[in-house]
């Protein structure tokens, strides 16, 4: 396929021949950790490396033997979808001793295996550390004993460590997200959601355990995902008498006709006391006080379980990537590091300073600096901590603040999931900022027919685990009805707008600040939230509802690659949605280990085509089965999916046999992932304390006038933070024929699926991480925004 122009990847420094890669997964299993490992494999084979598995953690590198063996192209095949780790993970006592890693570093340096990246928490982490620090002295030891040759003392001199944090918990301080931290976030979303339906029926209150003995993380974005009543961390333990103003809430939710109670409890929750807080307490005290029938659900191992997200096999692949680079740029000089993630960015940071910053959370705790200890966690975490108090606690109408302005909420483009928690966000903070709030339904079609009324708090309970619009949402633009919009805006005194969708969304405001020289009504605070599947909206590298998308897309490839298991070999055609943006097609393909992916941005012909499929041929003869293609669906109009899959079927006549499928909108259904739950949630909140302070700065003798550009936003994220950026800046940025922003930076990662394929391309390293420093609470907008 026709490649881009990026910067080579490798320069003589950065060969990887004549070097040794070992990779081991140590401590607890999370998913993604095998997507991580065949990243490492098929990198370290693409640059010329020797890449070595370490089965069983560090027992298998004290062990030795049959534990280190050379990896193979091939052998890391079908693992992406593949929950825990297939190397195998175990707790090893013998490495902690003098001895055992001296067991240890005989077995590495028999392989000449000088290179380790290892995927795991803390302890797995300190662990390689240490070891790294003692290697010229274990070697030493090996010589004293005649087991190695003097020479060897030379020729392995520096042990280089990589780290990736492998842990479903998100307890490691200097990265935003963990592997395996989405996938957990998933299977605890999709209990609660089944939970809340037999909860409804008999009008029963759930009290739900989540891991985190030392870390709220589940907890707490968990309990902000399904908008639970009430939810109890170790980071921030309940005000003495915690006890009574629960079960205040909780009547007072039931009394609001409120059918079901949801309580989430980190297994680590304790009181200010340091005393433990367990499901069984909180149950008997829902019980005794109010009386509700209150069943407790621990979720337990459940959580570690299962296929990894899109998000966690995005994450993985890239750190793992990301960590292949680092260990051909480390010099003996170089200490330890992690390839970590702050906001969508690749970022190194040493490893020991990661460590100490993690330890230092937990010393907080265990004496009692309790909002030292939420500050240390990061800024991302504070942030979902302020936002679920914000909104799942309502202050009485005497503690508001009445600011007398009226703001609406709309949703314009098409559906997508995570829409109604914005909507959700957006109400609720605006009531707690004084607000009135209104809801148009229908887009800008409701808005001139005024289709205008009063939301309440109560209105939007339960709405965040819903898909698609429930306030409904419609493509038409405002411009033809500019009149009649600017008539409902002064009938209902409407003070600012926030609108919620697509590219349709971005295209209205334009039109409405044009329309502002004409009609005064529209003068005033506007922002827009990016929400559509296909990702195209320019000033945003995500928007609300691509990572559902993306869930969907690649469940469904797992699915129709196992439908081949046990047959011959076969090609699967496989058609996404997205317009004439490839996010969909590109990112999907990298999350279920396509082979191609066919999109607009980047134009082929038949002879990539023909390309593509003698590639394929290749790899079917020696040992993959199943092959995967995926084509956007406005890539190129005359290679059709039709057309394609009969290239594919005739070409591939005596080797393989093609199948292909179209996905459609089934991509756009669904309940919210809780990625997109947070998101959305969180954006919302942001956008709705932006509104309130332009209704602050606007509003001059009895009246809000704003005729600013900066008075119209859109509030996306870009790379490390979430940025309010003026429509009329953003038109220069966007090719409005094809409804896609000029540069996309989901680009640079089409190379990554490529060389995870086995193509020979080049990569662009310029956005590779650079070793940077931990900073106590360094901007980390957005929980998890890895690049999806």
Sequence with gaps: MA????????????????????????????????????????MGLYVGAKVYFIHEGYQGMVDGGENIKEATWESVSSMLQVGGTVIGSARCKEFRSHEGRLKAAHNLVQQGITNLCVIGGDGSLTGANLFREEWSGLLGELVDQGLIEADAVQKY??????????????????TDMTIGTDSALHRIIEVVDAIMTTAQSHQRTFVLEVMGRHCGYLALVSALACGADWVLIPEMPPEDGWEDKMCQKLSANRAGMKRLNIIIVAEGAIDRNNKSITTDLIKNLVVKCLGFDTRVTILGHVQRGGTPSAFDRILASRMGVEAVLALLETTANTPACVVSLCGNQSVRLPLMECVQMTQEVQKAMDEKRFEEAVKLRGRSFENNLKTYKLLAHRKPES???????????????????????????????????????????????????GQIKEIKWADVGGWTGQGGSLLGTKRTLPAKHVDKIAEQMRMHNINALLVVGGFEAFESLLQLYEARATYEEL???????????????????????????LNAIVETCDRIKQSASGTKRRVFIIETMGGYCGYLASVGGLAAGADAAYIYEEPFDIRDLQANVEHLTEKMKTSIQRGLVLRNENSNENYTTDFIYQLYS??????????????????????????????????????MQWVTKKLTETFRQGRVFANTEDSCCLLGMRRRALVFQPVVQLKEHTDFVHRI????????????MKILAKYKTSYDVSDSGQLEHVVRNRPKESDASVAM
């Excluded at 292909?660 to 998101?679: C, E, T, W």
């Design 399 to 449: 503690e508001l603040p009445t600011s007398n302005f009226n703001v609406a909420v709309l949703n314009v483009g098409a559906p997508a999931a995570g829409m109604n928690a914005a909507v959700r966000s957006a109400v609720r903070v605006g009531i707690s900022e004084g607000h009135k709030m209104f809801a148009v339904s229908d887009g800008f079609e409701g808005f001139y027919k």
């Design 650 to 687: 005739e070409e591939g006549k005596g080797v393989f046999d093609s199948r292909k499928n179209v996905l459609g909108h089934m991509q756009q259904g669904g309940a919210p992932s809780p990625f997109d739950r947070n998101f959305g949630t969180k954006i919302s909140a942001k956008a």
């Design 523 to 549: 003068c005033i605070p506007m922002c827009m939230l990016p929400a559509t599947i296909s990702n195209n909206v320019p000033g945003t590298d995500l928007s609300i509802g691509a990572d559902t998308a």
């Design 3 to 42: 490649q881009p122009d990026t910067k080579k990847i490798f320069f003589e420094n950065l060969s990887g021949a004549g070097k040794a890669i070992a990779v081991l997964t140590s401590g607890g299993d999370a998913q993604g950790m095998n997507a991580a490992v065949r990243a490492v494999v098929r």
């Design 157 to 174: 001199s520096a042990l280089h460590i990589v780290g990736m944090v492998g842990s479903i918990d998100n307890d490691f301080c200097g």
């Design 741 to 752: 922003p000029k540069e996309q930076w989901w680009l640079k990662l089409r190379p990554l």
